[in-house]
């Protein structure tokens, strides 16, 4: 009774897109603040992301990264599970990535995709459930467990890197480098196929499409799906599913066991497509930006698909900003946080003014 | 009262021609009214007739799309609820507002403490509680958390938050829908005390008893118009009843004498504890048998609830069980919402709101929570049939009369009396052995309650067994085949309907017995 209702389609997009215009637009006070023009800001990061295939390859090889992370954080708000480390789940997906392709011989890189993909969706899993478990099973809150598993991931690769996958004699703390062989396709070999040119510098590869696959498949299991459906109960009323016998351990289990597979999926991007070795923080705070593609893309795997291209674009643009002009890379990390501010934290802010906009154009007709 | 002539005292309400439309549906249409200063002023109609929006918009929680509203008088633009309680106006929710792991106190000074230390206020509400306690009979525990007390108790203390808030005018949104008959008895003599004080109430319901009971005047709504507004000395229950649906209707349900077969529902020493260590049942038998209503009367609070998700298989508990000789799993070790329903086993939950519905579904989706399993609404182990969960939704609607039968809407876009009907008919329809059912009738409107009272009576001419737990005295005795009274976790004793009256029953709900009563 006391919500006040405003129609689908502006909640959906009128209101992220007014936040992140807002955002932009703080942005650019800041920009102009320092004594930079935010014009040309705007104009060199549109050119720097968008204005050739150089930019378009990097800001998809980033999409990429937060369609994962984003996807992972979405599927587990459908429980009302905040999933907060895909941080470390990716880690950890890396870490199965690199096993299978060293230590596992295969014959051709579309096996080895497959079979990276399983190794990173079973180490992400893994390290996903066990916060799941506890938090059912011993009241430990997943919010402090996950991030608390973040650092254990961070540390525990740390000593993977150094003392054991390390090839000797390497001064780097790096795993060895994958078979050659393995290296998957990039988006540029790809379009060769059908003639399109396209920047080859680029690290944008396969995963690209495994991503929208993914994203496609969780949208598919949450709304088609038994388990979707009992995952969306259980975040919806816990006194509802309990009635309509849904264990609260299963959901969580497999919920985890979905989100965490998904972040450390993240890994066949960077670790196996990109570095084509495991190295150390390679995830680079993707698992963080997860948590903000998922609040903008409301939660919804092409919501998440969207917000994800945009935060490509600011990583991309963002490093062509710092490139240059004066502007400090920091202040990229700035309109990153503006706009996780105002699609996340400051959504009322935004939503109330337009729910009262529309009440006051609802009264005048 | 600036500019008025003197002696003639302003109403305390008067609204002028208000009109809401929510899209295509018009909830309020030029809707006039006057309450007079220290009166009790009841509004009544059918759920859906557009009482709750007339008293959001006087709240401030919508705006009228036209119209005014006049405050002692004066004319006052009501944006939001804090300009409603600057105005004087509180409300008590049917749905109460309360922080459950707050005190009383805690709660009464919520969002109106003054300064930035809580104890000047919560000394001030200390005193106003104890006044109030003796003035009108609010007694309450200040220090008791909100948890704790009864919905009685809760209720007490939205109305104190109100007259905490120094409020003139009070309305309150179906007081007695979740409250027993003494509880009721309790609020109306309150009521009155405030009215004298020279407070002005405001009562919406559907129950006409309350308002030839406790008003001075009533205003019909239906349909989202003011059909009538009558002085209540001046009309009777049959008057407004035909006012209200517009048409004569039966306050009494028509059954045929029942046929009970065998015993369906066995219960022996069933034990409940709750998580605060609290006895909840202590050893409850009974036994419904096939083709039989066995309603458990009693005061809300006292176990009927426990009793309910125990055998539900949502509690766990102690004691022993069997469903037409099978035995249930009392203890949770094995049972849960599924397998009861698995063994026959139907439940129309209390809390339709957070427990039968998920609000946010649509009614499609709703129609297979907790049949989710059934595998005409799967393909496969994985897939789900939603095709086919609309379809069968909507034949659930068209057959359970559910307005708008339209499956595309989600279960909070529903009156109450709707939601209920779509609960109701996806526990009925699939035949079940045993059938559950709580409050079915709580905030449903008359047409809604006489369609569900004759759906359960159904039920058990098809020789099915029927449990029916309600704080509604005269559900019990026109549904019931024979009553159990409980109280403090215990059944009194066992009455026939036509062999008993609502006085033996009160004192029994009160925890005498019918002999030591007498």
Redesign the interface.
Known sequence: MSTRRIPHWADVVLVPLTSVLLAFALSAVVIWAIGEDPWEATVLMVQGALGSSYGWGFTLYYATNFLFTGLAVAVAFQAKLFNIGGEGQATMGGLGVALVLLYLPWPHWSLALLGASLGAAAFGAAWAAIPGYLQVRRGSHIVITTIMFNFIAAALLNYLLVSVMRPAGSMDPASARFPAELRLPRIHEMLEVFGIPFSRATPANITLLVGLLACVAVWWMLWRTRLGYQIRTFGQSEPAAQYAGISPLRVTMYVMLISGGLAGMMAINNVMGEANRLLMNAVEGAGFIGIAVALMGRNHPFGVLLAALLFGFLYQGGAELALWTNIPRDLIVVIQALVILFTGALDNMVRIPIARAFAMVGARR | MQGRPAGAAPPAIELRGISKAFGPVQANKDIHIRVEKGTIHGIIGENGAGK?TLM?ILYG?Y?A?SGEILINGQRTDIPDSQAAIRAGIGMVFQHFKLVQNFSVLENVILGAEAGRLLKPSVSRARGLLKQLATDFGLNVDPDALIEDLSVGHQQRVEILKALYREADILILDEPTGVLTPSEADHLFRILRGLRDEGKTIILITHKLREIMEVTESVSVMRRGEMVATVRTAETGPPELAELMVGRKVLLRVNKRPATPGPVVLDVKGLRVVDSMGVERLRGIDLQVRAGEILGIAGVAGNGQSELLEAL???RAGEGEATLAGQPLDMTGQTA??????ASGVA?V?E?RQ????????FAW?NT???Y??DPAY?RGR???D?AAMIRTAQTYMTDFDVRPPNPALTAESFSGGNQQKLVLAREIERSPELLLVGQPTRGVDIGAIEFIHQRIIDLRDAGKAVLLVSVELDEIMALSDRIAVMFDGRIMGERLPEATDEGELGLMMAGMTGKGAA
């Open positions: 709750s959001s929680f705006r799309d539900a298989g949502l849960d919402g599924q397998t009861r329903r439940h939950p809390d957070r427990r039968g519905l998920v609000m946010d579904f989706e297979a929570l907790g989710h399993h799967n994985f897939w789900m939603n």
